[in-house]
């Protein structure tokens, strides 16, 4: 039988760091029958001032050629029992182990000051990453919490990775200003972007989830400034959106004073847009005077856009939604192994009200695949062909053999 891809993940809650990575340790390694040739590992953010023991704990207990992983506001894995957890503000570790045949694995740590300048030659991009362009890599990047220069990183990877898929998160500390770690088999870093590349007989598979449901029409910048939109249809923005608002429902005005978004169309051409086409932004602000709106993100003239209200309902409605069409997908290809998560911590049960309610879901469609991951300050994942960190969103990266 020819030598196949395995992906094991233990959690742990115990609240000592010694326990938690034996604990992790012995249920990953028991459940692979091959060695493993890259761990992933995610803490969370109540072992804060313990981060600089974990990377000599495991190397105690664990041998593994490429090790990564972060700090994350919460933790997510799968249980010996095999449900999957998302544990927010506890002590909890995650750590994934994968078997990779004929995959080459290549990690590499990205500084803002080395990223090239956005009109280089893919060359200088791939000098930075140290990997070729063919077979496209497949990368996992965990970026520090207020990383400059992600947005860039992201762009340059797609300039010289053509085909490639990039999934991931930034890395979040327990609250605002919390400390962050990124871990490489025996370095911390605090900044930075921390990424491995797989080429060969491995594709991720994505799933983003961005938990928005549009209201009223589209409209289409007809004045901007940088990230300000100072005309839709050639009217007053400010204006435009509380005629909008005064024609919801109720309980959409209620949401609409602290769930709403922008969506930008990311397609020019496509001509009936519908949920899923948009790229989510939050409003940053409005100038009452002007009746100018700020959102985070760039606006052009002659984009389009539609106002979206986020709440629990939407949010698992867009998820089901892409689980269904992932799921239909699938045959013949070969099943996938395992699955990474990276989640906003803008979600879980703050927006739920109820724990676990990605993963469960998640596990609903894609059964018996271990899945691990985090609770991030942002979520990187590609949406209509373009990777972008995004906000409020969950992000799947779902791994498999390429097969013959």
Not at 150 to 167: E, H, K, M, R, W
Not at 194 to 211: D, F, H, Y
């Amino acid at each position: 039988m020819a030598d196949q891809m395995q992906w094991a993940n233990a959690l742990s809650t115990r609240p000592s760091l010694e326990a938690a990575v034996a604990d992790v340790v012995q249920q990953a390694v028991s459940s692979l029958t091959a060695p493993a040739d890259l761990g992933l590992v995610f803490i969370s953010s109540a072992f804060t001032s313990e981060y600089s023991r974990l990377l000599p704990l495991l190397a105690e207990r664990l041998s593994v050629p490429v090790l990564i992983g972060c700090s994350g506001g919460g933790v997510i894995g799968t249980t010996e029992w095999g449900q999957t957890q998302e544990l927010e503000a506890e002590p909890a570790l995650s750590l994934t182990l994968a078997h990779l045949p004929e995959v080459n694995i290549k990690a590499f740590h990205v500084v803002p000051e080395e990223i090239p300048d956005l009109d280089s030659s893919p060359d200088n991009w791939i000098d930075l990453i140290g990997v070729p362009p063919s077979p496209a890599p497949q990368f996992i990047l965990l970026s520090g919490a207020f990383s400059s220069g992600i947005n860039d990183l992201l762009q340059g990877i797609d300039f010289a990775y053509p085909g490639s898929v990039t999934v991931g998160g930034q890395a979040s500390g327990g609250g605002m200003g919390g400390r962050i770690a990124l871990f490489h088999n025996d370095q911390v870093y605090r900044e930075g972007t921390l990424g491995i590349a797989l080429s060969g007989n491995i594709v991720l598979e994505t799933i983003v989830a961005q938990g928005c449901r549009p209201i009223g029409k589209t409209y289409q910048v007809t004045k901007g400034d940088r990230n300000i939109i100072l005309e839709l249809d050639e009217q007053v923005p400010l204006v435009v959106l509380r005629d909008l608002i005064s024609h919801l429902g109720e309980e959409d005005r209620i949401l609409a004073q602290h769930s709403l978004f922008v969506g930008l169309a990311m397609d020019e051409f496509k001509q009936d847009l519908l949920q899923g086409d948009f790229l989510i932004r939050s409003i940053l602000g409005v100038d009452p005077s002007a009746g100018a709106i700020a959102i985070a993100d760039y606006v052009r003239p002659g984009q389009r856009l539609q106002f979206h209200l986020r709440d629990a309902q939407a949010s698992a409605e867009d998820l089901e939604f892409l689980l269904e069409s992932y799921q239909k997908q699938q045959a013949p290809k070969p099943s996938a192994v395992g699955a990474l998560m990276f989640s906003c911590v803008g979600r879980g049960e703050g927006l739920y009200g109820k724990p676990n309610f990605d993963s469960q879901l998640f596990r609903r469609y894609l059964k018996n695949i271990p899945l691990a991951g985090f609770f991030c300050g942002g979520e990187i994942g590609p949406v209509g062909g373009t990777t972008l960190l995004h906000n409020y969103t969950s992000v799947f990266g779902i791994c498999r053999a390429v097969g013959k």
